[in-house]
């Protein structure tokens, strides 16, 4: 048999981890300024206030898109401020797709690293169409979460949202001098899970913050580039043993929560993954059906 001929030759290992260095140089940078924030809050900076669910810069007040829907849920009345406060958040989803989770919430940091090092202990492996299992969990989770918070008149996607546990912990510790009782039974929780539920199953279907994201990107947004005359790989690739949440890039549709974390783009060998504007892979081509 003739061996295939590539359009490129394969990258370097140095070449393929381009991407995953500048995320987790920007996942560190976002965990670090909510880690000095409330430190520098307490020595008189307060241009910037709050939290990963909302925060006030200056006379503009941010909120996380979930937190603010929630919010406005239990309100009963949606606000000028409210709209105006979630447009940004709701403009980078709408155009990037649910690229807070991989490259901003310092939960999604601290979940990966949980994971890898459980990978090193006691490995397990992904479930066989492991993105498409969580579908149906994804968004009847966001939706329980949306519906039981407007029905007890309180913002509950915000109240369990990681994102916003995470980044509360230091200003509850700085401020308060104490950690909540609350902050702290939510976040051991989730850490539990983490270690002995399904892999990533929060980040992946459970967290409202992301389900949100992942359903609000535009039918053509910035998205992984499948060229299927370059793939060499058979039907377990290495791009989808390299995504953090189990998704084979090649076949993923829209809303199947491709964060574009782009560690797939990273662990392509031969180039057949790149990034750029358009729809999600699994809309533009299939992969070969090789075993």
Same mark, same amino acid.
């Given at each position: 048999?003739?061996?295939?001929?590539?359009?490129?030759?394969?990258?370097?290992?140095?070449?393929?981890?381009?991407?995953?260095?500048?995320?987790?140089?920007?996942?560190?940078?976002?965990?670090?300024?909510?880690?000095?924030?409330?430190?520098?809050?307490?020595?008189?900076?307060?241009?910037?206030?709050?939290?990963?669910?909302?925060?006030?810069?200056?006379?503009?007040?941010?909120?996380?898109?979930?937190?603010?829907?929630?919010?406005?849920?239990?309100?009963?009345?949606?606000?000028?401020?409210? !709209?105006?406060? +979630?447009?940004?958040?709701?403009? =980078? %989803? @709408? #155009? $990037?797709?649910? *690229? /807070?989770?991989?490259?901003?919430?310092?939960?999604?940091?601290?979940?990966?690293?949980?994971?890898?090092?459980?990978?090193?202990?006691?490995?397990?492996?992904?479930?066989?169409?492991?993105?498409?299992?969580?579908?149906?969990?994804?968004?009847?989770?966001?939706?329980?979460?949306?519906?039981?918070?407007?029905?007890?008149?309180?913002?509950?996607?915000?109240?369990?949202?990681?994102?916003?546990?995470?980044?509360?912990?230091?200003?509850?510790?700085?401020?308060?001098?104490? !950690?909540?009782? +609350?902050?702290?039974?939510?976040? =051991? %929780? @989730? #850490? $539990?899970?983490? *270690? /002995?539920?399904?892999?990533?199953?929060?980040?992946?279907?459970?967290?409202?913050?992301?389900?949100?994201?992942?359903?609000?990107?535009?039918?053509?947004?910035?998205?992984?580039?499948?060229?299927?005359?370059?793939?060499?790989?058979?039907?377990?690739?290495?791009?989808?043993?390299?995504?953090?949440?189990?998704?084979?890039?090649?076949?993923?549709?829209?809303?199947?929560?491709?964060?574009?974390?782009?560690?797939?783009?990273?662990?392509?060998?031969?180039?057949?993954?790149?990034?750029?504007?358009?729809?999600?892979?699994?809309?533009?081509?299939?992969?070969?059906?090789?075993?």
């Amino acid at each position: 048999m003739s061996r295939p001929v590539l359009l490129e030759e394969p990258r370097s290992s140095a070449q393929r981890r381009q991407w995953t260095r500048w995320r987790r140089l920007c996942q560190a940078l976002v965990a670090l300024f909510y880690l000095l924030l409330p430190w520098l809050n307490v020595h008189g900076y307060r241009q910037v206030v709050g939290t990963l669910a909302s925060l006030k810069i200056g006379s503009l007040d941010l909120t996380e898109p979930a937190a603010g829907l929630a919010a406005a849920l239990g309100a009963g009345r949606v606000s000028v401020v409210l !709209l105006v406060g +979630v447009a940004p958040v709701v403009g =980078l %989803a @709408l #155009l $990037a797709g649910p *690229v /807070f989770c991989s490259w901003v919430c310092p939960w999604g940091l601290l979940s990966e690293g949980v994971d890898r090092l459980h990978q090193r202990l006691l490995p397990r492996p992904w479930r066989e169409r492991a993105w498409v299992r969580v579908r149906t969990v994804r968004w009847a989770m966001l939706a329980a979460a949306l519906l039981l918070g407007g029905l007890l008149a309180m913002p509950l996607a915000a109240v369990i949202s990681a994102p916003r546990l995470i980044t509360s912990l230091p200003l509850e510790v700085i401020y308060l001098r104490i !950690l909540s009782p +609350v902050t702290a039974g939510l976040l =051991l %929780a @989730l #850490l $539990a899970l983490e *270690v /002995f539920g399904p892999r990533r199953l929060w980040c992946r279907a459970l967290c409202p913050v992301g389900a949100l994201a992942n359903y609000l990107r535009f039918p053509k947004t910035l998205a992984v580039r499948f060229a299927p005359e370059r793939c060499l790989c058979p039907r377990l690739p290495l791009c989808h043993l390299h995504c953090p949440w189990g998704i084979d890039p090649r076949q993923a549709g829209r809303f199947d929560g491709c964060s574009n974390c782009l560690a797939c783009v990273d662990g392509c060998p031969s180039g057949a993954l790149t990034v750029g504007w358009g729809s999600p892979v699994g809309r533009q081509s299939r992969p070969r059906d090789d075993s």
